[in-house]
């Protein structure tokens, strides 16, 4: 496995591959992440995998500094799955001088996620088509677990022409269905134990819109009720349009529900895909 | 010459090219933009126009609907310079859908263009970085008659890492110095011989400069007044530096000095490089 740190470098190596399979972290690996390498592996040739945590999508008050960086492990594990390529840029690799073009997403970015954490998507989505075009691959895999990250990838490559192939990882669980995400590690044992709620939660109201439930807004609010009744704060419970994240009316049939809600200090999310049956 | 309307074709026709060298226009084409082709010529092995009257980078108020369209004529320039393809995309080819996900580019571009039509450089970079992922050119010339706009794809590909090397075409000019553009065409008989003051008092600037004089504001203020008191609204005339775009400093030793101004309903601009020997 080669660790490439500088983006010359990177080119040269992958000037004549012509199959590229591309999974961009933050590093701090969970088998979430090896899913989607392994996907990338199914999907092309030579997968890279870049290990990069991007200032641009921190607030200021969130937590960049205290974001878990762990190069070596994440190496170890990337090589014992057969990883090619990582790609492990310093700041001053990407940013050489201060980050002034941006990309201005999509309105639909200013809910959900961007409500909650306002310039994550302007910062992630820079930073993505920065990486696509150093590592210009065929496809990119970025899991369902950031569904609305995934959504606004699929809107960038569509509406700025990008040639890249998005391709969508399942969300991988712990055996208590916890969603696996680098921010389970801040959580306390008993919070690690509270934190399969979420899941809980969003699956009582996917189960409940299987069953023919239509009153979106209660179900919403009652499962708002009951993370807040166990120490939550709630940012949103929220059931929208699975193809535009618009909120979800009577008769769409791909549903998604989306929830994000702080236990302690930790900001969990998690989503589940639902298929109204006609 | 092959002349190609669509995004599927022109991909399929590049796809195995690995040495492009990239025109884009929005039509209307002059012995400016045949000089830029000429310069594609010199540096690449196939040479792709693009031609497409770009709505995004007019404000409201400006001339997109008047603007002319000759893909005929500017055709047949083309194919008389051994152009090999023309790309004239329609605007449903790329806008098939509202365009929302934008560049916002630097701070630099709200002053001088960017201060007399908001906008402008969002909607440029936003088609440009769209038709750089449509052609995938090694190469792609920009012609210093809109230095600013040279200056930000230069910065477009830097700060996004587009793997497109930006080459500067030099401005050609009329027996009478006038800049070629689009726009001239919109001039009464009377007013085109009036225009070619524009080139005149930067040219007075430029020498001046040259032979000394450092009281930029001075030398600014006096080229304005010139100009108004023959007729014309002034929008700027700017002693800048030139890789910054910043107001010239008395060191400076690479300085440009820039004026767009109107006569009439006609809005020129202009500008010429200083090199201030020490």
């Not at 990582?86 to 201005?104: I, R, T, W």
């Not at 949103?236 to 009577?250: C, G, Q, V």
Request: hydrophobic share 40%; net charge neutral; charged share 25%.
């Amino acid at each position: 496995m080669e660790i490439i740190t500088d983006i010359a470098s990177l080119r040269a190596r992958l000037k004549h591959e012509s199959s590229i399979g591309f999974v961009p972290t933050m590093g701090n690996l969970h088998e979430g992440h090896l899913s989607l390498v392994q996907t990338a592996q199914q999907k092309a040739d030579r997968v890279v995998v870049s290990i990069f945590v991007n200032r641009l999508q921190f607030a200021p008050a969130e937590d960049f500094d205290q974001y878990p960086r762990t190069l070596a492990d994440d190496c170890k594990l990337l090589k014992n799955r057969d990883v090619h390529i990582v790609f492990a840029p310093g700041e001053k690799s990407l940013y050489p001088v201060k980050q002034e073009f941006m990309l201005d997403p999509p309105p639909v970015t200013d809910m959900l996620e961007g409500q909650f954490r306002p310039g994550f998507f302007r910062g992630v989505s820079t930073v993505v088509l920065k990486l696509f075009n150093i590592v210009q691959p065929q496809v990119a895999i970025f899991g369902k677990k950031d569904y609305q990250q995934l959504h606004l990838m699929r809107e960038l490559v569509q509406q700025l022409n990008v040639p890249v192939e998005i391709v969508a990882g399942e969300t991988v669980r712990a055996a208590d269905n916890l969603a696996l995400s680098s921010r389970n590690r801040y959580l306390t044992h008993e919070e690690r134990a509270e934190a399969t709620r979420l899941y809980q939660v969003l699956s009582q109201v996917k189960q409940r819109v299987e069953g023919g439930r239509r009153n979106f807004h209660d179900l919403e609010e009652n499962a708002k009720k009951i993370l807040c009744g166990h120490g939550w704060k709630v940012d949103y419970i929220a059931l929208r349009h699975r193809d535009t994240l618009a909120p979800a009316s009577e008769c769409d049939q791909n549903i998604v529900v989306l929830g994000a809600a702080r236990l302690g200090k930790t900001r969990l999310i998690d989503n589940l895909e639902i298929d109204v049956k006609t």
